[in-house]
């Protein structure tokens, strides 16, 4: 008889980190952080702050209290990346700006402004599993923030192997995936990961992961069938957003791409290969003055990318 499981499952990497002193200013930054279906407060979310002026991250992880609330003082102002983490719920990430306006700093999240930040994070599909399970999963998630991939492998393999008789023990194949894929095997991670979705049909993780997959390996009819699964709200990250543009615009479906160039770059306003890659829509969609002023900003993004001589041969010619 299989056991039964009960706490819910990381389902995410964990990015490895570089803390940093160097971001102490006069900025409050405080928020709240419920549940996108139910609207309750979500406590135990943790919070990761990265400067972009200081180009680290602050040394301080703040955690929601049973209230959702958070906050983090002494910050400086400019452009912060903010990441939202918690088992069982899909990670948020947003950029926001903290300006001085009228004697206060104020935080400006999507062209608005606001003096406490409101996020919604979405309950993630999946099974339940033990606590004990659960540490060993985020020992093997550690491995991999320290960039020990084949090590992080090793222990997922062992993980499924010593619990094989667990229900919903099929989810550690997602993990086992991941770790393929940042191998760059990528046909071994779908074998994996299609083991998974057998079990979980509708892991939208799962289902975005198989998408991804198939984008790097360059079979794009597959990598659409994947990603046409999920809604436009599923898909925050602005790698995958960018990964279904390129899908687009290699089949010609330029109107499609331009929708998630957009969207990754309004994400991540610093991602200068998806601005590139608009542009490229935009002046295959004849927008010469839309493709302009995204094809500058790539330029200005990355002054070092291999894009840049395209994007500089292209804006002097249209601005002749």
């Known amino acids: 008889m299989k056991k039964t499981l009960f706490l ?3 389902i995410f990497i964990c990015s490895s980190l ?10 409050k930054m405080r928020g709240y952080v419920y549940d996108m279906d139910t609207g309750k407060p979500i406590p ?17 992880t703040p955690v929601t209290d049973e209230k959702g609330h958070w906050k983090s003082l002494f910050m400086r102002g400019g452009k912060w990346y903010i990441d939202f983490n918690k088992v069982g719920y899909a990670p948020r990430k947003i950029a926001v700006s903290y300006n001085f306006v009228n004697g206060k700093y104020y935080a400006f999240f999507k062209g608005n402004k606001f003096e406490s930040l409101t996020v919604k994070m979405k309950k993630m599909e999946g099974p339940a599993l033990a606590g004990d399970v659960v540490k060993e999963i985020e020992k093997a998630n550690a491995l991999l923030a320290e960039k020990k991939t084949k090590k992080a492998l090793n222990s997922f393999l062992a993980i499924q192997k010593k619990n094989s008789d667990v229900e919903g023990i099929e989810i550690v194949n ?7 894929s940042l191998l ?10 299609m083991k998974a979705i057998q079990k979980y049909p509708k892991h939208k993780g799962l289902i975005l992961s198989i998408a991804n997959s198939y984008s790097n390996l360059k079979q794009m009819d597959k990598a659409l069938e994947w990603f046409g699964k999920l809604s436009d709200e599923d898909i925050t990250n602005p790698d995958s957003l960018y990964n279904i543009g390129v899908n687009y615009y290699n089949t010609m479906k330029y109107q499609k791409a331009v929708k998630y160039f957009e969207k990754a770059v309004e994400l991540k306003n610093d991602f200068a290969e998806a601005y590139f890659q608009l542009g490229m829509t935009y002046v295959a969609m004849n927008k010469i003055s839309e493709a302009l002023k995204v094809l500058k900003k790539s330029m200005e993004l990355d002054p070092d990318s291999p894009n840049y001589q395209t994007a500089k041969e292209l804006v002097k010619a249209f601005s002749k």
Do not use: P
């Not at 570089?18 to 900025?27: E, H, L, M, P, R």
């Not at 997602?174 to 393929?180: A, E, H, R, T, W």
């Not at 760059?184 to 990961?193: G, N, R, V």
């Open 18 to 27: 570089i803390f940093s002193q160097a971001t102490s200013g006069k900025v």
């Open 174 to 180: 997602l993990y086992i995936g991941n770790c393929y």
């Open 184 to 193: 760059s095997k990528f046909e071994k991670a779908i074998e994996f990961y």
């Open 8 to 10: 819910s499952i990381l």
């Open 44 to 60: 135990g979310v943790k919070i990761k702050l990265y400067s972009i002026r200081a180009q680290s991250f602050h040394n301080i």
